[in-house]
């Protein structure tokens, strides 16, 4: 047993353009086969059909000779003329050979008691005296019934339909034996002829469409192509080239999709670098800080140890604040992780409320007015909620109040979060939503900045924002603001 390599590289098929090529190929010729083979084997019923009619009327037209019927000519038309009696079997024959002359491709003979007799008196097209086995056979043959028709595939003359009936006259011991055979090759030639001619166009046909459906479908497939070889030259370390977007279609489509993908890729893999940078930045403040300290440490000195350690603890314990709200904002990101049901809002605010109250030295008044129900997740809402307290107590001043307040205004839920604190410079209100961005609140409250991207990530996962009103000095207000959805709504979409 060979050893399978873990990974095979799948084996390249045919272009989509051959295999395209090649269905259409296949199908045309398979239409164009039908259609010819068809028309080919009824043209053929009917020109064998011809055949037997004509000799099935010359059948009649010997039968009338020997009852002495009024004969019609060859052309069919009947004539008025009755045949003159036969004294002998020969002067039968001689009178069913003149009156019934050879048509194109046909070919007569008489014979009395087996010998040739009589052969036609124009030249015919087939000379049945050159086959006398054949003749012979069909003098048997027409033993039993008198008259037989048939088709013989003869090796002197080709295939060969023929009418061979025997005749005689009364008193005459003489056996009588009329054929006439009409040259099938040459009857079915101009319907061989036509096929022929039609299969030389058929192929000419296809060439055509080969090579027309060649340029087409090249040209249709080349933005695919564009498509394929820019895609490929876009890594993960240069997500930066866009596919060019040209016309408006199917594949236009595809290019503006793929293009929106690697814009979130970009996205995605820009913000991670950040994060990354972020943490590393983050950490290095507590690191050096610990590294500096330990290496300063008396251990004979019990004061500087326990100092040490203090501060040691302090800063593990803000390293390990900083990983939990890194792992939180991780989560808020993930926009398709939010756990949403039917929640009463009215209920909502008061848990919140209820949490947040028992922190010390500050008023909690409420505002709550939203009532009714909106699909959220409770849990996330009510942990950017309570996060927005959380700063409106660290940032305010003791015994102020603080007032928590929701309302439902123009299908959106507003839940806010008031305080009467130092507030926020201008120029620093879109860098605190920013991660670690912080600003300098010379109260000696340092937090891991990440509070507020917590917060608008979990607004964003809810189709929703974060809005600030703020005045310096008087007090801030953050907003949650996202769209009100109900579990109706939801079905009549669904
Ligand atoms: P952290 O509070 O951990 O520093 P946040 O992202 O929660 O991080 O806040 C970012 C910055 O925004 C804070 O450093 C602070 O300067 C400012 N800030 C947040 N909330 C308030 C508030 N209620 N009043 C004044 N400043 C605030």
């Given at each position: 047993?060979?050893?399978?390599?873990?990974?095979?590289?799948?084996?390249?098929?045919?272009?989509?353009?051959?295999?395209?090529?090649?269905?259409?190929?296949?199908?045309?010729?398979?239409?164009?086969?039908?259609?010819?083979?068809?028309?080919?084997?009824?043209?053929?019923?009917?020109?064998?059909?011809?055949?037997?009619?004509?000799?099935?009327?010359?059948?009649?037209?010997?039968?009338?000779?020997?009852?002495?019927?009024?004969?019609?000519?060859?052309?069919?038309?009947?004539?008025?003329?009755?045949?003159?009696?036969?004294?002998?079997?020969?002067?039968?024959?001689?009178?069913?050979?003149?009156?019934?002359?050879?048509?194109?491709?046909?070919?007569?003979?008489?014979?009395?008691?087996?010998?040739?007799?009589?052969?036609?008196?124009?030249?015919?097209?087939?000379?049945?005296?050159?086959?006398?086995?054949?003749?012979?056979?069909?003098?048997?043959?027409?033993?039993?019934?008198?008259?037989?028709?048939?088709?013989?595939?003869?090796?002197?003359?080709?295939?060969?339909?023929?009418?061979?009936?025997?005749?005689?006259?009364?008193?005459?011991?003489?056996?009588?034996?009329?054929?006439?055979?009409?040259?099938?090759?040459?009857?079915?030639?101009?319907?061989?002829?036509?096929?022929?001619?039609?299969?030389?166009?058929?192929?000419?046909?296809?060439?055509?469409?080969?090579?027309?459906?060649?340029?087409?479908?090249?040209?249709?497939?080349?933005p695919i192509?564009r498509l394929e070889?820019t895609a490929?030259?876009?890594?993960?370390?240069?997500?930066?080239?866009r596919i060019p977007v040209v016309g408006n279609d199917d594949v236009s489509g595809l290019t503006r999709t793929m293009n929106g993908m690697f814009?979130?890729?970009?996205?995605?893999?820009?913000?991670?670098?950040?994060?990354?940078?972020?943490?590393?930045?983050?950490?290095?403040?507590?690191?050096?800080?610990?590294?500096?300290?330990?290496?300063?440490?008396?251990?004979?000195?019990?004061?500087?140890?326990?100092?040490?350690?203090?501060?040691?603890?302090?800063?593990?314990?803000?390293?390990?604040?900083?990983?939990?709200?890194?792992?939180?904002?991780?989560?808020?990101?993930?926009?398709?992780?939010?756990?949403?049901?039917?929640?009463?809002?009215?209920?909502?605010?008061?848990?919140?409320?209820?949490?947040?109250?028992?922190?010390?030295?500050?008023?909690?008044?409420?505002?709550?007015?939203?009532?009714?129900?909106?699909?959220?997740?409770?849990?996330?809402?009510?942990?950017?909620?309570?996060?927005?307290?959380?700063?409106?107590?660290?940032?305010?001043?003791?015994?102020?109040?603080?007032?928590?307040?929701?309302?439902?205004?123009?299908?959106?839920?507003?839940?806010?979060?008031?305080?009467?604190?130092?507030?926020?410079?201008?120029?620093?209100?879109?860098?605190?939503?920013?991660?670690?961005?912080?600003?300098?609140?010379?109260?000696?409250?340092?937090?891991?900045?990440?509070?507020?991207?917590?917060?608008?990530?979990?607004?964003?996962?809810?189709?929703?924002?974060?809005?600030?009103?703020?005045?310096?000095?008087?007090?801030?207000?953050?907003?949650?603001?996202?769209?009100?959805?109900?579990?109706?709504?939801?079905?009549?979409?669904?």
């Amino acid at each position: 047993m060979s050893d399978e390599p873990a990974t095979r590289r799948p084996q390249r098929r045919a272009s989509v353009r051959v295999r395209i090529l090649a269905s259409i190929l296949v199908v045309t010729a398979l239409g164009m086969a039908i259609a010819s083979g068809t028309a080919f084997f009824v043209q053929r019923e009917v020109e064998l059909q011809e055949v037997d009619d004509h000799l099935r009327t010359t059948a009649q037209r010997v039968e009338g000779i020997v009852t002495r019927m009024p004969v019609a000519d060859a052309a069919g038309d009947s004539a008025a003329e009755q045949p003159p009696a036969a004294e002998s079997t020969v002067k039968l024959l001689e009178s069913i050979m003149t009156r019934i002359p050879p048509l194109q491709h046909d070919g007569s003979i008489a014979l009395v008691d087996a010998a040739i007799r009589w052969k036609p008196p124009t030249a015919p097209d087939i000379d049945l005296s050159r086959d006398e086995d054949m003749l012979a056979r069909m003098l048997v043959e027409t033993e039993a019934d008198g008259a037989v028709i048939g088709t013989v595939v003869s090796p002197e003359l080709g295939s060969l339909r023929y009418l061979a009936m025997r005749v005689g006259v009364e008193g005459d011991p003489a056996v009588g034996l009329y054929v006439t055979a009409v040259d099938l090759d040459a009857e079915l030639n101009d319907v061989d002829t036509a096929f022929t001619i039609y299969a030389l166009i058929s192929i000419g046909a296809l060439a055509l469409i080969a090579i027309v459906g060649w340029f087409v479908s090249g040209r249709l497939l080349r933005p695919i192509r564009r498509l394929e070889r820019t895609a490929a030259r876009i890594t993960a370390s240069d997500l930066g080239e866009r596919i060019p977007v040209v016309g408006n279609d199917d594949v236009s489509g595809l290019t503006r999709t793929m293009n929106g993908m690697f814009d979130r890729l970009d996205g995605a893999m820009t913000a991670q670098r950040q994060l990354l940078d972020d943490v590393r930045h983050e950490l290095r403040t507590p690191i050096t800080i610990l590294q500096g300290h330990l290496e300063l440490l008396d251990p004979e000195q019990p004061d500087d140890v326990r100092a040490t350690r203090d501060l040691a603890l302090d800063e593990l314990d803000r390293m390990a604040r900083l990983v939990k709200d890194i792992e939180a904002l991780a989560r808020a990101d993930h926009a398709d992780l939010a756990q949403v049901e039917e929640v009463d809002l009215e209920e909502l605010g008061a848990q919140v409320l209820a949490k947040v109250s028992v922190v010390p030295c500050r008023q909690w008044a409420q505002q709550l007015r939203a009532t009714g129900s909106a699909l959220l997740d409770p849990h996330r809402i009510t942990q950017a909620w309570l996060q927005l307290a959380d700063n409106a107590a660290k940032y305010s001043d003791e015994c102020t109040t603080i007032t928590l307040g929701s309302q439902v205004q123009g299908g959106e839920l507003h839940c806010w979060v008031q305080d009467e604190g130092q507030g926020i410079p201008p120029e620093a209100r879109e860098r605190i939503f920013e991660r670690f961005g912080r600003v300098d609140t010379g109260r000696g409250v340092r937090g891991s900045g990440l509070g507020l991207p917590i917060v608008a990530a979990i607004a964003a996962s809810h189709g929703g924002r974060v809005e600030l009103e703020s005045v310096p000095g008087l007090g801030s207000r953050f907003t949650i603001v996202v769209p009100v959805r109900t579990g109706a709504e939801e079905r009549t979409e669904g």
